[in-house]
């Protein structure tokens, strides 16, 4: 479109008292009813945020400056941004948010800044972690979908820290790919591997989160956990994690991450796993029954949830590709 003939809104003399109005006029240009209504939400809490807390240009400044440092520090395998989402509880929200469960399903968590594209394809019983100070562990695991029924083919990504807390992206002479992988499941909704026993670990915290964390007297550790993400046509994208019973940090993760339903106890295989997956009776072993949910299932309960929310807000919306937009008819 050419930019001389879009119709903007006259306005001038803008105050405290008028210029959120004028900026949400200005946006409404935007013909994505979507985009508009994001942007106009934004502008709006943005707007009441500066007038609520009288905030000072010094404030106002130190918050740019903190927000460009976040940028630089970024790069292919640092992602300060995610870290500033999860350390403020963002992330977390938004997974509840687009990723509701039904009772019975696994729940979802952070993704955290450490997932990779990278991992390479293993098969059942494979090794991931070849880390040799690790607490060698067993982790046997079923895949099935609400009612009880195994799903086959589903790709599992899954990764881990180095038994000193580290990830494989965290060291600067790494050879490849180590503690991380991407599985299927089999015809009963099976999968297993050798890993290691996940440690507590912090977040990167030499950057200006972690300078935030500290401002805050906030520590930045996160309790042992292992990474899960599971894709399957049909079903909704689950990204999840299991963290480790009675670790330290399980009730002050920095990061927000923990539910109980994802915490998990380490147990030793004893004579029948020994036996079925020649490893030793007292080698360590994980168990865990993960559930997903079906795409229709997610988007049904996405929708009542936006309803219910927004109606207590007292806001008239309808749904448009599975998202809230204000209803003007
Ligand atoms: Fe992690």
Redesign the pocket.
């Given at each position: 479109m050419d930019p001389s003939q879009v119709k903007i809104p006259p306005m001038k003399d803008l105050t405290v008292d008028n210029i959120t109005e004028n900026a949400i006029r200005m946006n409404s240009l935007c013909e994505d009813e979507r985009t508009r209504y994001v942007l106009e939400r934004l502008v709006t809490h943005l707007h009441d945020f500066a007038k609520e807390t009288r905030l000072s240009s010094n404030e106002w400044m130190t918050g740019l400056r903190f927000l460009t440092e976040v940028g630089k520090i970024c790069s292919d395998v640092r992602q300060e941004f995610i870290l500033l989402s999860d350390v403020l509880g963002l992330s977390i929200l938004v997974d509840s948010i687009d990723h509701p469960k039904p009772s019975g399903s696994t729940e979802g968590t952070v993704l955290?800044p450490?997932h990779t594209h990278e991992a390479e394809e293993m098969g059942q019983g494979d090794l991931m972690s070849h880390d040799k100070n690790g607490e060698p562990l067993l982790v046997v695991c079923t895949l099935k979908d609400t009612n009880g029924n195994p799903i086959e083919g589903v790709k599992i990504d899954i990764?881990?820290?180095d038994s000193s807390g580290h990830?494989d992206v965290q060291h600067p002479d790494r050879q490849g790919p180590d503690g991380r992988c991407i599985m299927r499941s089999d015809k009963d909704g099976i999968f297993w591997f050798n890993a290691i026993t996940p440690v507590p670990?912090p977040i990167p915290h030499d950057g200006p989160v972690g300078k935030l964390l500290k401002m805050l007297h906030r520590h930045p550790y996160?309790p042992a956990?292992m990474?899960f993400m599971f894709e399957k046509p049909g079903f909704d994208h689950l990204i999840t994690?299991l963290y480790l019973r009675n670790d330290p940090y399980e009730t002050s993760d920095a990061v927000f991450g923990v539910k109980d339903s994802l915490t998990v106890d380490i147990g030793k295989a004893g004579p029948e796993y020994a036996k079925k997956y020649n490893v030793s009776e007292d080698h360590a072993l994980l168990t865990y029954d993960f559930v997903l949910v079906s795409d229709a299932e997610t988007r049904a309960l996405r929708e009542k949830n936006s309803k219910i929310a927004l109606d207590k807000l007292g806001r008239k919306v309808k749904m448009v590709n599975g998202l809230p937009v204000p209803d003007l008819d």
């Open positions: 955290g450490f990764w881990e820290t990830y670990y996160r956990h990474h994690a």
